[in-house]
């Protein structure tokens, strides 16, 4: 508790734990504190609070004498996302570093209080600010004929209404003087009336004085030590502390004080009180050391005859020992389960041993009946001003508990001690009265152990115990941070992996239209090359015999050899406005009426250049699209129609229609030509599938013609049937 650990200072994560305001309820009444009393339910909820990522951070200390030498949390600024990782390494470093130290110290084990919690105040009005006069005074062995004060160790009180224990009320402001004799104070060693203290929880707070142990421990000082309170935990506008236990410092030993005098308390017999303060029961457990073992337990089940009977047992030392204290640590039973004071003796008595001139006997010297009421469940229980030379001490149990009929007597260990060190550690220990048949090893009595632990000095055992505060601080500060930063990354992570998939989806998705794209742009090039290729190559070829068909036409004689050249003339134009056709459809992906008209009349100029041609189409023609099969049904009803007329009709003139008439389209084709009998059939024209072509397009074809007054084709089509797929094809004449 005196010194951050350099791990904590290293990463600047010092946090301590934070105050908070006690929760009280006044109109409570409760029976835990006085058994009907009107006593309102109080703790304080010690919370360890843990500000990560630029957040303020808690303050902590370094040395508990003097706010000003605070040394404060820094805020610990966001960390990078490409900094995680390293971090959560540094971390479970710390972590393990931490936690080794913190294994090193004992373990803080406090137990479950029956009674004697320690000192609590009245309730005061909350008062707003620091008060200048304190609120509540306790002075410590004032006028008591004893040795130099050197500090004092304050125990926080514990709340025992749940499970898990926490601490409780611990004063917030105050100031620890030297007091004299007459109660005057001579040198303030403590001050903190400036600033919160940092809640402890419920481990101890040593408050060492360097100045005094500078000083010769001196014998017959009345001075004593004051604790003024200024602040404690305030709720529903009232103000008050407590105080479990108090220990002064002097050598190399930890006192209880033997005079404790306040300006006021809440009384409540057994529970709270100011003469508990300096109770023989202490309430942070027993001082061992981490679990080392499993040996250093006596468990004596007794017949029922030893309920009436004690029990003596002797610790005879190897040399006459000034004798300071007898601590007595209760067992554990052997079930495994948890029985606070299992097996220990309800009545305990001793005597002093001295022996006599001839050193054969002893001469008895019984000390004062002391009081061990109630239970001490796992706390160790420390009987002083035993202070005198003994060869060796007889210790008398009685009254001990029965569990199911059996009674058992059961104990950790007997400690005899004098400034700090232990004078019965493997000494003789015997029985010296109890009808007994059964006596099992009594050496593990005297053994320094407890439940497989070691038995630390009471000094060393509260020193660590608050050494291991900024251990216990700094560790949850970097568990919190871990958790935090490991939430954080597995965030990144998840995000990270969806982005990629995302990512790696959308990159195959460009890439699948990135590749159908390179098709069809490839496809593209190789089918305009195609078209350009079969219209340089094909389409010049087909002009070419269509203009030397028309020459030989004119140079030939024979009335068959010109017909049959004008019919090769012909094919040829059709073929080649066919090709042109075939080359305008596969470069359309859609095709729209207008366009489709358009091409039409194309076809005609080119294979009607024998005949004056006239062509009306509509300007404000529908721009509907028109369905693909419907225009091959169409193309090829218009290629049959112009054909027969450049074919048979041998007409001069050549009139085409188009006309838009309500919903509907109307095509009509005429000429000047030879006419015919249309009632009469004439193979290879194709004017039954010219009918059944109007059919399919879901229109209707009307014919006139008659001998030497041509012929007139009419195609009437519903607009709507644009659209239509045609399910059938026909074979044209030509």
């Known amino acids: 508790m005196n010194v951050l650990s350099p791990a904590a200072k290293n990463l600047l994560l010092n946090k301590e734990m934070r105050e908070c305001s006690t929760t009280i309820r006044p109109r409570v009444r409760a029976s835990w504190l006085g058994h009907g009393l009107r006593l309102p ?3 304080g ?9 630029g957040i303020e951070a808690a303050e902590g200390y370094s040395d508990p004498l003097n706010p000003s030498q605070v040394e404060w949390g820094l805020n610990s600024s966001k960390v990078p996302f490409y900094e995680i990782p390293a971090r959560i390494e540094k971390l479970e470093e710390l972590i393990s570093e931490e936690t080794q130290a913190l294994e090193a110290l004992a373990p803080l084990q406090p137990a479950k209080q029956f009674d004697q ?13 620091v008060p200048e006069l304190p609120l509540w005074t306790l002075d410590f062995d004032n006028g008591v004929k004893t040795r130099r004060i050197l500090g004092i160790v304050l125990v926080p009180a514990i709340d025992e209404r749940s499970a898990e224990l926490q601490g409780y009320a611990f004063p917030k402001r105050f100031r620890i003087s030297s007091v004299n004799s007459k109660g005057e104070v001579e040198r303030v060693y403590v001050d903190w009336t400036e600033r919160d203290f940092p809640d402890p929880g419920m481990r101890p707070v040593v408050f060492k004085f360097p100045s005094q142990y500078a ?7 009345r001075s004593g030590l004051r604790l003024e309170v200024f602040s404690g935990a305030e709720d529903n506008g009232l103000e008050f502390f407590s105080l479990a236990r108090a220990h002064l410092i002097r050598t190399n030993e930890v006192h209880s004080p033997r005079r404790v005098t306040v300006s006021s308390s809440f009384e409540s017999a057994p529970y ?7 109770s023989p029961r202490h309430t942070l457990g027993m001082p061992l050391s981490s679990k080392n073992g499993s040996d250093g337990n006596l468990v004596w089940p007794l017949s029922v005859s030893k309920l009436d009977s004690p029990i003596v047992l002797r610790i005879e030392l190897d040399k006459l020992e000034q004798l300071g204290w007898v601590s007595l640590f209760p067992g554990k039973s052997p079930d495994g389960i948890d029985v606070p004071g299992y097996g220990f003796p309800k009545s305990i008595r001793f005597v002093r041993l001295q022996k006599k001139h001839d050193r054969n006997n002893y001469r008895r010297l019984p000390v004062e009946d002391r009081s061990f009421a109630g239970n001490p469940g796992n706390n160790m229980v420390r009987v002083t001003d035993l202070g005198r030379k003994v060869d060796a001490l007889e210790i008398e149990l009685n009254d001990f508990p029965v569990y199911q009929g059996q009674p058992v007597l059961a104990l950790g260990e007997i400690e005899l001690s004098f400034n700090g060190l232990n004078i019965s550690k493997g000494r003789n220990i015997s029985l010296r009265h109890g009808d007994v048949e059964y006596v099992p090893d009594l050496s593990v009595l005297v053994d320094g152990r407890v439940d497989g632990r070691t038995v630390l000095p009471l000094p060393k055992w509260i020193d660590q115990l608050a050494a291991g505060k900024p251990h216990v601080a700094s560790l949850a500060t970097f568990e919190v941070e871990h958790s935090r930063l490991s939430e954080r990354w597995q965030i990144i992570r998840e995000r990270s992996l969806i982005s990629f998939g995302v990512l790696l989806l959308f990159g195959v998705l460009a890439f699948v239209y990135w590749m159908r794209r390179s098709r069809k742009m490839a496809q593209l090039r190789l089918r305009q ?6 219209h340089d190559e094909v389409g010049s070829n087909l002009g070419s015999i269509s203009i030397m068909a028309e020459q030989l036409e004119n140079l030939a004689k024979d009335e068959q050899i010109k017909e049959g050249l004008e019919d090769l003339s012909l094919l040829g134009r059709e073929a080649y406005a066919s090709l042109r056709e075939v080359i305008w459809l596969v470069d359309q992906s859609t095709i729209h009426l207008p366009v489709l008209l358009q091409k039409l009349a194309e076809r005609a100029e080119r294979v009607l250049n024998h005949a004056e041609l006239s062509i009306e189409i509509p300007e404000h023609c529908p721009d509907q699209i028109v369905s693909l099969n419907f225009k091959r049904h169409l193309i090829m009803f218009f290629k049959e129609v112009v054909h027969n007329c450049a074919r048979h009709a041998q007409a001069s003139k050549v009139h085409i229609a188009v006309s838009i008439t309500g919903k509907k389209l109307k095509l009509a084709v005429s000429d000047d030509g030879c006419g015919f009998d249309a009632t009469e059939k004439f193979p290879g024209w194709g004017l039954s599938s010219l009918k059944k072509r109007a059919q399919e397009m879901g229109g209707e074809m009307e014919l006139s013609s008659s001998s030497g007054k041509g012929t007139t084709i009419v195609l009437e089509l519903p607009l709507a049937s644009l659209t239509n797929e045609a399910s059938h094809s026909y074979r044209t004449s030509n």
């Open 117 to 129: 919690f320690g000192y609590h105040s009245d309730y005061l009005p909350a008062v707003k600010g």
């Open 45 to 53: 909820l010690c919370i360890l609070t843990i500000f990560i990522d």
């Open 215 to 221: 000083l010769v421990a001196t014998d017959g000082l």
């Open 41 to 43: 339910l109080f703790c």
């Open 272 to 278: 709270w009180g100011a003469e508990y303060l300096s």
């Open 529 to 534: 090359q195609i078209h350009s290729d079969l």
